[in-house]
């Protein structure tokens, strides 16, 4: 008797579990851009269905990376460190926040359509922003990329990506960080991320 397997769907008519080949077939099958996976059991299955899609999938699926940062004192361990994936150039797009001293992830939106790696940074960056003076919360955001931190002092992200129907929710959350920017002043120090020094920042997804 063959083992009973589960079947991740991110990406699919219908994202979620399924119990059966035949079902998250049917949610995949023809779809543009699926994405899914199978699981030996339903706790493993349901975790993955909750992180990121690319952390399991594709060639170079990523295995968690653990960075040691416990004993370097460059890191300031009380802290938010923010990134963004892409899978293509545009493609899905997702960010997320990590707080840095437990590696816990505070946000995580996404994947988008047609998205870009640039604009997603921004997106984080903006995200970590407003959650911290909202929590009134006085920890620093890192931050691996240059252009992220230009577009936020410059309150307007600079993308040249098409505007087009897949990625319109996208633009909406651009134009909803260009208009926090504008409204908003903030006391949270931006710090790059060192990636040669320290290794990949723990809000990493892993898609190298």
Not at 36 to 58: C, I, L, Q, T
Not at 82 to 93: E, I, K, T, W
């Amino acid at each position: 008797m063959a083992k009973k397997k589960f079947y991740v769907v991110w990406n699919g008519i219908t994202p979620g579990v399924y119990t059966s080949w035949d079902d998250a077939k049917a949610q995949v099958e023809g779809y543009d851009g699926a994405i899914y996976k199978s699981f030996a059991n339903e706790e493993d299955a349901r975790k993955a269905f909750d992180e990121s899609p690319w952390v399991y999938v594709g060639k170079n699926a990523a295995k968690p990376q653990r960075i040691s940062i416990q004993n370097n004192p460059d890191i300031i361990k009380d802290s938010l460190a923010v990134d963004a994936a892409c899978g293509g150039n545009p493609g899905l797009m997702e960010y997320r926040g990590v707080y840095v001293k437990t590696g816990e992830q505070v946000f995580h939106l996404g994947p988008f359509e047609k998205g870009t790696n640039n604009i997603g940074e921004f997106l984080a960056l903006v995200h970590g922003l407003a959650l911290l003076k909202k929590k009134n919360c006085a920890i620093p955001i890192y931050t691996d990329s240059v252009n992220a931190i230009k577009w936020v002092k410059e309150k307007k992200c600079k993308t040249k990506l098409e505007r087009v129907p897949e990625n319109e929710s996208l633009f909406y959350l651009i134009e909803r960080a260009e208009k926090w920017l504008r409204e908003n002043t903030y006391t949270t120090p931006i710090i790059k991320w060192e990636t040669s020094k320290w290794g990949e920042i723990p809000a990493d997804f892993g898609r190298k």
